[in-house]
């Protein structure tokens, strides 16, 4: 677990890669924002998170098992990892941000990923 890396993962670099391409500028994990986004687009007021199917546990995707050692610890590790999740969601929403979640299994169809972005970022403006 210590090779984990926790931002600048390759899932990461692809979704900033398109949003660059795309035309839009941001941030990256601004430290003043609740969960640390991944991707900020303060213009759009937008938090963009890339997670990773398997740590934050995607529904229903096949990369979202369960290990079948240490499942005690495992389980409890998941269970926190989505309530943090949960937790930012909500703060950021108070604040008046629009949350995006790019999960990391929805990268294989990068065109699906460009439309939904950009649906999303032309309508909060």
């Known amino acids: 677990m210590s090779?984990?890396?926790?931002?600048?993962?390759?899932?990461?670099?692809?979704?900033?890669?398109?949003l660059h391409r795309m035309g839009y500028r941001f941030r990256l994990h601004r430290k003043d924002l609740p969960g640390r986004?991944?991707?900020?687009?303060?213009a759009h007021q937008t938090a963009v998170f890339v997670h990773g199917c398997f740590w934050h546990r995607h529904e229903g995707c096949q990369y979202a098992y369960k290990p079948k050692s240490r499942q005690e610890f495992w389980q409890k590790k998941f269970t926190e990892n989505v309530a943090r999740d949960n937790r930012n969601l909500q703060a950021l929403k108070v604040l008046g941000w629009n949350v995006l979640t790019v999960w990391e299994c929805e990268l294989k169809d990068m065109d699906k990923v460009r439309t939904c972005l950009q649906v999303a970022l032309e309508q909060k403006n």
Do not use: C, H
């Open 3 to 18: 090779r984990i890396q926790g931002k600048d993962t390759a899932p990461e670099k692809a979704v900033r890669s398109l």
């Open 37 to 42: 986004p991944d991707i900020v687009l303060s």
